[in-house]
Protein backbone atom coordinates (compact mmCIF):
# COMPACT_ATOMS: atom_id res chain seq x y z
CA UNK A 1 0.00 0.00 0.00
CA UNK A 2 1.38 3.53 -0.95
CA UNK A 3 2.08 5.57 1.95
CA UNK A 4 -0.03 8.32 2.23
CA UNK A 5 2.11 10.53 3.55
CA UNK A 6 4.35 10.50 0.17
CA UNK A 7 4.24 13.02 -2.73
CA UNK A 8 5.44 10.66 -4.99
CA UNK A 9 2.17 10.03 -6.35
CA UNK A 10 0.63 12.81 -7.31
CA UNK A 11 4.36 15.08 -7.47
CA UNK A 12 3.18 16.47 -10.88
CA UNK A 13 -0.10 17.66 -9.80
CA UNK A 14 1.09 19.07 -6.27
CA UNK A 15 4.09 20.86 -8.41
CA UNK A 16 1.16 22.67 -10.51
CA UNK A 17 -0.55 23.42 -7.64
CA UNK A 18 2.04 24.92 -5.95
CA UNK A 19 2.96 27.02 -8.86
CA UNK A 20 -0.84 28.90 -8.39
CA UNK A 21 -0.26 29.74 -4.88
CA UNK A 22 1.57 32.74 -5.14
CA UNK A 23 4.35 33.37 -3.13
CA UNK A 24 3.48 30.99 -0.26
CA UNK A 25 6.84 28.65 -0.10
CA UNK A 26 9.33 31.59 -0.57
CA UNK A 27 8.08 35.21 0.05
CA UNK A 28 8.52 34.85 3.46
CA UNK A 29 11.94 33.85 3.75
CA UNK A 30 13.01 36.01 0.75
CA UNK A 31 11.53 38.84 2.68
CA UNK A 32 14.36 38.51 5.60
CA UNK A 33 16.87 39.68 3.10
CA UNK A 34 19.40 37.20 3.92
CA UNK A 35 22.58 36.89 1.48
CA UNK A 36 25.15 34.70 1.94
CA UNK A 37 27.43 31.64 0.10
CA UNK A 38 25.72 28.84 1.20
CA UNK A 39 21.53 28.11 1.66
CA UNK A 40 19.99 24.18 2.54
CA UNK A 41 16.32 24.38 1.23
CA UNK A 42 15.69 20.98 3.75
CA UNK A 43 12.33 19.75 1.75
CA UNK A 44 12.52 21.38 -1.57
CA UNK A 45 10.09 19.55 -2.97
CA UNK A 46 10.37 20.64 -6.75
CA UNK A 47 12.45 23.93 -6.45
CA UNK A 48 10.14 26.87 -5.90
CA UNK A 49 11.89 28.07 -2.97
CA UNK A 50 14.79 26.73 -4.00
CA UNK A 51 15.67 29.20 -6.89
CA UNK A 52 14.15 32.19 -5.06
CA UNK A 53 17.58 31.19 -2.36
CA UNK A 54 19.34 31.04 -5.61
CA UNK A 55 18.87 34.81 -5.83
CA UNK A 56 20.61 35.74 -3.01
CA UNK A 57 22.86 32.80 -2.37
CA UNK A 58 26.66 31.75 -4.17
CA UNK A 59 25.55 27.92 -3.36
CA UNK A 60 22.16 26.09 -2.42
CA UNK A 61 21.42 22.70 -2.17
CA UNK A 62 18.09 21.54 -2.18
CA UNK A 63 17.34 18.31 -0.21
CA UNK A 64 14.09 15.95 -0.27
CA UNK A 65 12.96 12.40 -0.01
CA UNK A 66 10.73 12.26 -2.95
CA UNK A 67 12.69 11.47 -5.78
CA UNK A 68 9.23 12.18 -8.66
CA UNK A 69 10.27 15.87 -6.95
CA UNK A 70 12.99 16.16 -6.82
CA UNK A 71 13.28 14.98 -10.92
CA UNK A 72 10.59 18.07 -11.32
CA UNK A 73 13.06 20.20 -9.85
CA UNK A 74 16.15 19.14 -11.85
CA UNK A 75 13.93 19.20 -15.42
CA UNK A 76 12.37 22.30 -14.28
CA UNK A 77 14.53 24.85 -11.85
CA UNK A 78 17.72 23.98 -12.61
CA UNK A 79 20.14 26.77 -11.85
CA UNK A 80 24.18 26.52 -12.20
CA UNK A 81 24.21 27.49 -8.52
CA UNK A 82 21.59 25.27 -7.58
CA UNK A 83 22.28 21.09 -6.39
CA UNK A 84 19.52 19.22 -6.04
CA UNK A 85 19.63 15.47 -3.59
CA UNK A 86 17.03 12.83 -3.10
CA UNK A 87 17.89 12.08 0.45
CA UNK A 88 16.48 12.14 3.91
CA UNK A 89 16.95 15.42 5.71
CA UNK A 90 18.72 13.44 8.63
CA UNK A 91 21.35 12.20 6.00
CA UNK A 92 22.82 16.07 5.49
CA UNK A 93 25.83 16.05 6.75
CA UNK A 94 27.36 19.50 5.55
CA UNK A 95 27.78 21.55 7.76
CA UNK A 96 28.45 25.70 7.75
CA UNK A 97 25.33 26.65 6.17
CA UNK A 98 24.89 30.44 5.83
CA UNK A 99 21.24 29.53 5.96
CA UNK A 100 19.00 26.55 6.79
CA UNK A 101 15.02 27.12 5.30
CA UNK A 102 12.50 24.30 5.70
CA UNK A 103 9.01 25.17 4.39
CA UNK A 104 5.58 22.76 6.00
CA UNK A 105 7.75 19.96 5.90
CA UNK A 106 8.82 18.95 9.75
CA UNK A 107 5.63 17.88 10.65
CA UNK A 108 6.35 14.91 8.38
CA UNK A 109 9.41 14.02 10.54
CA UNK A 110 8.99 11.21 12.37
CA UNK A 111 10.59 12.93 15.33
CA UNK A 112 10.21 16.41 15.05
CA UNK A 113 12.14 18.10 17.91
CA UNK A 114 15.47 15.44 16.34
CA UNK A 115 14.97 17.24 12.95
CA UNK A 116 15.12 20.53 14.13
CA UNK A 117 17.91 20.06 16.05
CA UNK A 118 19.64 18.72 13.07
CA UNK A 119 18.78 21.41 11.53
CA UNK A 120 20.44 23.75 14.00
CA UNK A 121 23.55 21.65 13.84
CA UNK A 122 24.33 22.23 10.52
CA UNK A 123 24.10 26.52 10.36
CA UNK A 124 27.49 28.46 10.85
CA UNK A 125 28.03 30.81 13.59
CA UNK A 126 25.69 34.08 12.81
CA UNK A 127 23.79 32.15 10.09
CA UNK A 128 20.76 32.04 10.41
CA UNK A 129 17.63 28.93 10.56
CA UNK A 130 14.07 29.61 9.06
CA UNK A 131 11.36 27.52 9.43
CA UNK A 132 8.02 27.59 8.28
CA UNK A 133 5.67 24.91 9.54
CA UNK A 134 1.56 24.40 9.27
CA UNK A 135 0.04 24.82 12.95
CA UNK A 136 -3.54 23.74 13.52
CA UNK A 137 -5.03 25.13 17.12
CA UNK A 138 -8.47 22.92 17.14
CA UNK A 139 -7.84 19.90 15.25
CA UNK A 140 -3.76 18.28 15.71
CA UNK A 141 -5.12 16.66 11.67
CA UNK A 142 -8.64 18.52 10.34
CA UNK A 143 -11.31 16.41 9.43
CA UNK A 144 -11.02 16.64 5.39
CA UNK A 145 -14.82 18.81 5.87
CA UNK A 146 -12.42 21.89 7.21
CA UNK A 147 -10.38 21.80 3.91
CA UNK A 148 -13.14 21.25 1.36
CA UNK A 149 -15.46 23.71 3.10
CA UNK A 150 -12.96 26.37 1.99
CA UNK A 151 -12.42 25.54 -1.23
CA UNK A 152 -15.76 25.41 -2.05
CA UNK A 153 -16.54 28.63 -1.01
CA UNK A 154 -13.15 30.12 -2.06
CA UNK A 155 -13.95 28.68 -5.81
CA UNK A 156 -15.07 31.64 -7.24
CA UNK A 157 -12.08 33.67 -5.69
CA UNK A 158 -10.11 31.57 -7.48
CA UNK A 159 -11.51 32.06 -10.18
CA UNK A 160 -10.95 35.52 -10.70
CA UNK A 161 -6.92 35.28 -9.90
CA UNK A 162 -6.47 32.07 -11.92
CA UNK A 163 -9.08 31.71 -14.81
CA UNK A 164 -11.27 28.34 -14.75
CA UNK A 165 -8.84 26.57 -15.98
CA UNK A 166 -6.19 26.32 -13.36
CA UNK A 167 -8.97 27.31 -10.59
CA UNK A 168 -10.67 24.22 -12.19
CA UNK A 169 -7.51 21.98 -11.75
CA UNK A 170 -7.17 23.76 -7.89
CA UNK A 171 -10.70 22.46 -7.16
CA UNK A 172 -10.14 18.97 -8.49
CA UNK A 173 -6.92 18.76 -6.78
CA UNK A 174 -8.45 19.45 -3.29
CA UNK A 175 -10.99 16.80 -3.91
CA UNK A 176 -8.49 13.92 -4.94
CA UNK A 177 -8.18 11.14 -2.92
CA UNK A 178 -4.20 10.57 -3.24
CA UNK A 179 -4.04 14.67 -1.51
CA UNK A 180 -7.15 13.66 1.34
CA UNK A 181 -4.94 10.78 2.07
CA UNK A 182 -1.67 12.50 2.49
CA UNK A 183 -3.31 15.87 4.60
CA UNK A 184 -5.10 12.72 6.86
CA UNK A 185 -1.67 11.50 7.26
CA UNK A 186 -0.49 14.84 8.50
CA UNK A 187 -0.11 15.65 12.29
CA UNK A 188 0.16 19.67 13.41
CA UNK A 189 1.25 21.65 16.50
CA UNK A 190 -0.45 23.91 17.98
CA UNK A 191 0.34 27.41 17.64
CA UNK A 192 1.15 27.04 21.37
CA UNK A 193 3.07 23.57 20.89
CA UNK A 194 5.27 24.83 18.06
CA UNK A 195 6.57 27.80 20.19
CA UNK A 196 7.18 26.01 23.37
CA UNK A 197 9.38 23.55 20.93
CA UNK A 198 10.79 25.95 18.88
CA UNK A 199 12.15 28.07 22.23
CA UNK A 200 13.47 25.22 23.76
CA UNK A 201 15.55 24.19 20.78
CA UNK A 202 16.39 27.89 19.56
CA UNK A 203 16.08 29.93 22.52
CA UNK A 204 15.58 33.73 21.29
CA UNK A 205 13.41 32.88 18.41
CA UNK A 206 11.44 35.39 16.66
CA UNK A 207 8.14 34.58 14.72
CA UNK A 208 5.37 35.38 12.63
CA UNK A 209 1.79 34.68 11.90
CA UNK A 210 1.15 32.91 8.53
CA UNK A 211 -2.54 32.14 9.40
CA UNK A 212 -1.98 28.40 8.02
CA UNK A 213 1.50 28.37 9.68
CA UNK A 214 3.88 29.85 11.98
CA UNK A 215 7.37 31.01 10.48
CA UNK A 216 10.51 30.99 12.63
CA UNK A 217 13.74 32.70 12.54
CA UNK A 218 16.87 32.10 14.74
CA UNK A 219 20.47 33.45 14.70
CA UNK A 220 22.81 31.10 15.72
CA UNK A 221 25.37 32.59 18.39
CA UNK A 222 28.97 33.93 17.11
Known amino acids: MADPASFDRFAEDYDRFVSLQPGEHAEWVAGLGLRGERALDAGCGSGH ?3 RLAERFERVVGVDLSEPMI ?3 RRKRARPNVEYRVADVFEVEDRGFDLVY ?13 GLEHLKSLVRPGGTVAVVDNVS ?3 PTPPRAVYLVGVWLGFPRQIARHGWRDAWFEFRFWHSKPWLDHLASDRYLSRRQFRELYDDVFPGARYTDLG ?3 AMRWTCAG
Open 137 to 139: DRY
Open 212 to 214: FAL
Open 49 to 51: AAV
Open 71 to 73: GIA
Open 102 to 114: SHTMMHHLPDYRA
